[in-house]
């Protein structure tokens, strides 16, 4: 079966019209494709990252859009006169190959995708292709639609090599930083892939040159790209700013080092200088950077007394924290059943600091979320009972 942008659809239907909003995206267009387009239930960039990539979910639109975009990304022009938007493309082009590179599904998909010919497939895309309904709503009568769910994963794995060249052009001194920053992600999660791997000396070599210089931001952001390729990162948890520190003892290397530990546990005491660490920009592989500490040091520290200090400013802090807040990890390694009684003194005086902390009181929906999550209670006389237990 050979899809096409009219026999193709997306997270949320069909995709027809899906070149010309990306065609788009690609010329800068987007303030007078809204003035024309008032009422689109979709426009180009909300186009790309909600229904193409939805989260992770990989479909046939998905296939090609990242062909498109990787032929389209090299051009002069591309973005128009807005830089963010190729920025914004190398992205999404690294979000998705982080979503299907490590193919842990990808043996039963390719499977599964040997039946896209199968004429009850044909017959299944020609009903679904005349309404306009979601992934996200399909029953069990849906079945032939997961194998082009399933065809679509393994197509975008094996397109994922077209994308390396385009986006490897961009990590050359003249592109502005932030977009080298973002490209130099994308690259170290592209030679994951197979057929990619003989590049990854060469692009450990560019995050290692690239850590020695630029701004806090750039140099934090080609650590986690070391990190993630096995370079080395230790001589960076030194370094005078506070977010490149961190960065570098977040690499998975390091895990069983102590001094990388050590600047983890400082960093948890603060979170709010942590949380300002760059400024308003954010790095491109973590959505909170707080939140990443918080997780390796739970993951890395086996007893809860610690990490208590950092819990205790976790249950402090009430600014942004992923999708929660940033004293889940804590909460999960210190009580994984969602049971509050029995615990060591570092778990009555967790307890004690949540019982006491405003925070999760005040019909905070973020707080309500975790507590549903982990199984905890959300009542306060709980914790203040399990902070007065005697174990």
């Given at each position: 079966m050979v899809i096409s942008w009219e026999r193709a659809f997306h997270a949320f239907g069909p995709a027809r019209g899906g070149h010309e909003l990306l065609d788009v995206l690609r010329r800068g267009e987007l303030e007078r494709y809204a003035c024309?387009?008032?009422?689109?239930?979709?426009?180009?960039?909300?186009?790309?990252?909600?229904?193409?990539?939805?989260?992770?979910?990989?479909?046939?639109?998905?296939?090609l859009g990242l062909r498109y975009l990787a032929s389209a990304l090299t051009a002069e022009d591309f973005g128009g006169d807005d830089p963010t938007l190729r920025e914004a493309v190398v992205w999404w082009l690294r979000e998705v190959t982080r979503a299907v590179v490590d193919g842990t599904y990808l043996d039963q998909a390719r499977r599964m995708a040997r039946r896209r010919d199968d004429p009850a497939v044909n017959?299944?895309?020609?009903?679904?292709?005349?309404?306009e309904r979601s992934v996200h709503d399909w029953g069990e009568g849906d079945e032939p639609g997961r194998v082009?769910?399933?065809?679509?994963?393994?197509?975008?794995?094996?397109?994922?090599?077209?994308?390396?060249?385009p986006v490897a052009s961009l990590l050359v001194a003249r592109q502005p930083e932030r977009l080298r920053t973002v490209a130099a992600s994308a690259a170290a999660a592209l030679v994951r892939h197979p057929e990619l791997h003989r590049r990854r000396e060469a692009i450990t070599a560019y995050h290692l040159a690239e850590?020695?210089?630029?701004?806090?931001?750039?140099?934090?952001?080609?650590?986690?790209?070391?990190?993630?390729?096995?370079?080395?990162?230790?001589?960076?948890?030194?370094?005078?700013?506070?977010?490149?520190?961190?960065?570098?003892?977040?690499?998975?290397?390091?895990?069983?080092t102590a001094a990388a530990t050590r600047v983890l546990r400082s960093a948890a005491l603060d979170p709010a200088a942590l949380h300002h660490a760059f400024g308003d920009v954010r790095l491109p592989q973590l959505l909170s950077l707080n939140e990443a500490v918080a997780e390796a040091?739970?993951?890395?520290?086996?007893?809860?007394?610690?990490?208590?200090?950092?819990?205790?400013?976790?249950?402090?802090?009430?600014?942004?924290a992923g999708d929660g807040v940033l004293c889940e990890p804590y909460l999960r390694k210190?009580?994984?059943?969602?049971?509050?009684?029995?615990?060591?003194?570092?778990?009555?005086?967790?307890?004690r600091a949540v019982a006491a902390s405003d925070n999760p009181w005040r019909d905070?929906?973020?707080?309500?979320?975790?507590?549903?999550?982990?199984?905890?209670p959300a009542e306060r006389e709980a914790w203040?009972?399990?902070?007065?237990?005697d174990g």
């Open positions: 024309e387009h008032p009422r689109e239930g979709l426009d180009p960039y909300s186009f790309l990252w909600s229904a193409l990539y939805c989260a992770g979910r990989i479909t046939p639109a998905t296939v017959e299944w895309l020609d009903e679904y292709l005349r309404h082009l769910l399933a065809a679509a994963e393994a197509d975008c794995f094996d397109a994922l090599p077209e994308v390396f060249e850590a020695a210089r630029g701004t806090p931001l750039h140099r934090a952001s080609m650590l986690l790209g070391l990190g993630e390729l096995g370079g080395p990162t230790l001589p960076w948890l030194d370094d005078p700013d506070l977010g490149v520190r961190v960065c570098a003892a977040l690499a998975p290397d390091l895990a069983g040091l739970c993951e890395r520290v086996e007893d809860l007394g610690p990490l208590l200090d950092g819990a205790t400013a976790a249950v402090a802090y009430d600014g942004p210190a009580f994984p059943r969602g049971v509050l009684h029995g615990g060591t003194d570092a778990h009555r005086a967790l307890a905070d929906k973020r707080w309500t979320a975790v507590f549903a999550r982990t199984g905890l203040l009972a399990a902070a007065r237990s």
